[in-house]
């Protein structure tokens, strides 16, 4: 029998609307131990390459909980483009069905 998928379930942790990321636009994040374990703990969220790597490591290690308490929309559908290069195929098609390019076919 196959092992699953890497990503299997990964649409269902994912909030049902990119209102529900209500994460801090602004200032230093510091990502509790269950998120980052080693290296970088905090992120200054004005410079857009660090806000990219901690949402690349929220996104990859975290719950829907962390990414409705660390993730904020407004910077998450900026930095998308770029952002989502980072990610494995699954997270990117996931966040895309679910959440961004619903977003930008329903304006």
């Known amino acids: 029998m196959p092992l699953p998928s890497w990503y299997e379930g990964l ?3 994912i909030p049902d609307s990119l209102d529900d ?5 602004e200032g ?3 990502l509790p131990q269950h998120l980052v374990w080693s290296g970088l703990t905090e992120f200054d969220l004005s410079k857009r390459g660090i806000r990219m790597e901690m949402y690349r490591t929220v996104i990859t290690t975290g719950r829907r909980g962390d990414y409705e308490a660390y993730l ?6 900026a930095d998308w483009p770029v952002l989502r290069k980072g990610l494995g195929p699954g997270y990117r098609q996931a966040w895309e069905n679910k959440l961004l ?3 930008k076919t329903s304006g």
């Open 21 to 25: 990321l209500q994460g801090p636009a």
């Open 28 to 30: 230093v994040v510091a």
């Open 101 to 103: 390019l619903r977003r």
């Open 11 to 13: 649409e269902d942790k």
């Open 72 to 77: 904020n929309a407004d910077h998450l559908v």
